[in-house]
């Protein structure tokens, strides 16, 4: 079955340090986010990605990066983490519908991340 | 800022009983969607509504589109404990171009 993976799925980190988070579909979507769920914001994107080579910046992007490499990876890396960083992050895919209209998005079970 | 802002922000109901949660919007949108999110879990997908549609069924999921007042409403029937988890409505906004903007939330919890 396809399904989204993200590892690790817990991390403490040091501020300061650099961290990536690794998101893996087997879905083959051309569609990929980042998002990060904290207590009274709900979900915020950081980055997404439409296709290999393509990244655009979300909402929330400053202190994060992304690539896009092949189909099925993208990682995020914080290039310098934060204490505000600590974060639940979570990737998700999605088909590429025209260009007009969202599909629904496949989660991954999410990366909690503790910056000290 | 969020798009979709849902109401109530939590619920306590008996099990048996329907769930109503609502959501609102304020720009126009090509579809909205819900998704049930278990703690510390994932957020899967519930159902999606198009603009062009009122009212679309899914097993105990009954979700309405008002797009003159931007808002939507989620009834679960028949509740079960099962049913116990946030959920989030999201907006695919008219030029968005395939990103969803997810509200803060409503969470459900089921007494058995």
């Known amino acids: 079955d396809a399904e989204i993976t993200q590892s690790p799925r817990h991390k403490i980190t040091e501020t300061g340090r650099q961290v990536t988070l690794a998101c893996h579909q087997t879905w083959n979507h051309n569609n990929m986010f980042w998002y990060r769920q904290d207590l009274g914001h709900g979900l915020r994107l950081i980055h997404y990605?439409?296709?290999?080579?393509?990244?655009n910046k979300g909402e929330v992007s400053d202190g994060y990066s992304v690539s896009r490499s092949n189909t099925e990876d993208l990682p995020l890396t914080l290039e310098s983490a934060a204490s505000s960083q600590t974060s639940v992050y979570f990737c998700a895919s999605s088909e590429s519908v025209r260009a007009s209209l969202t599909g629904e998005l496949f989660f991954g079970e999410g990366s909690r991340l503790t910056v000290l | 800022s969020q798009q979709g802002e849902e109401d109530p922000q939590a619920l306590s109901i008996q099990e048996g009983e329907n769930a109503t949660m609502n959501c609102s919007y304020k720009?126009?949108?090509?579809?909205l969607q819900w998704y049930r999110q278990n703690s510390g879990r994932g957020l899967v997908h519930l159902i999606l509504i198009r603009s062009n549609e009122r009212e679309k069924h899914s097993g105990r999921l009954r979700v309405t589109l008002d797009t003159s007042k931007k808002s939507s409403s989620l009834l679960i029937t028949a509740s079960r404990a099962a049913d116990t988890a946030s959920y989030f409505c999201a907006t695919d906004r008219t030029g968005a171009n395939s990103k969803l903007t997810f509200g803060k939330g409503i969470t459900l919890s089921v007494r058995p």
């Open positions: 990605s439409y296709g290999v080579q393509d990244t």
């Open positions: 720009t126009s949108i090509n579809n």
